[in-house]
């Protein structure tokens, strides 16, 4: 698996973003490849921390024309994309998000 960890800036009110981020949100259940994705905030950093099956599937949503829309989006700013292996074997002893997800149905 393929992890990358997406964060930027906006001082957008958090209610404004809500109809938008939910339509994103539906949007990536569309995403070949995508695992899981775990919205963050802190203050007036958002992001998120995806897992995709391979790092081909990541390099496919990163050159995505939905990446294109959101970092060109003047409401954001200050984007950060970093990039990880996932240590599969490791993951699979602490909880990998798929077998969460699984657990959870």
Do not use: C
């Not at 209610?15 to 899981?36: C, I, N």
């Not at 802190?42 to 829309?69: C, I, N, P, Q, W």
């Not at 409401?75 to 599969?88: P, W």
């Amino acid at each position: 698996m393929h992890a990358v960890l997406i964060t930027f800036h906006s001082s957008v009110p958090a209610e404004d973003l809500a109809e938008p981020f939910t339509a994103y949100a539906e949007q990536m259940r569309s995403v070949h490849g995508l695992v899981a994705k775990t919205w963050i905030r802190d203050g007036e950093t958002l992001g998120g921390f995806h897992v995709f099956s391979t790092k081909a599937d990541a390099d496919r949503y990163l050159g995505s024309e939905m990446v294109a829309g959101l970092t060109s989006n003047e409401a954001f700013e200050d984007f950060t994309i970093s990039r990880y292996d996932v240590l599969d074997g490791l993951s699979s002893i602490t909880g990998t998000p798929t077998k969460a997800l699984a657990a959870a149905v």
